[in-house]
């Protein structure tokens, strides 16, 4: 019986984290860093969209317990390649997209692979939180993860990547969220 090896870890990082808070609420901006491996690329060559998440979770420190999560947020990417117009669309939402929902969501185009993947590896001003969410008094971290979502994938694609290191796409990483206001 053959073994099939589960990808312990990808080479995606996330390079640089940023939170602000403001009178307007708490916000996050990131970049992401990681090379598409080449059976990702044929795939989207060959017209499968990828579906990426960027998740955040701000969890309030506890002394006897496990923190408290506070809140979570959500941004759904869709990268699809559009091989009779050859460029190359990237949808944002803020929740699953599907083939009904991609109305609502940002749509933009672009006439390169590295312009697309340039956009998909940076979030920029994303707001997390109102202000009044975060109680300064206590201390709080933010925990930001990016991930390839394989279960959007077709069911074929389902199959035949699991246990693939080379769709493992994923990084994540936490900072503690100053509570100093930018000016």
Known sequence: MPHVALAESSDAEVSQLQIDRTAE???LSASVRFDLPTAVEDALLKGVPLFFVAEVEVYRDRWYWYDKRLLSAER???LAYQPLTRRWRLNVASGVITANSLG???????DSLPEALA???RVSRWKIADTAEIDPEQRHSVAYSFRLDLAQLPRPFQIGVLGQAEWNISASTTQRLSMESAK
Do not use: I, M, P
């Open 25 to 27: 609420g708490v916000f």
């Open 76 to 78: 759904h990417l869709r």
């Open 104 to 110: 609502v969501a940002l749509n933009q185009s672009f």
């Open 119 to 121: 956009a998909l590896r």
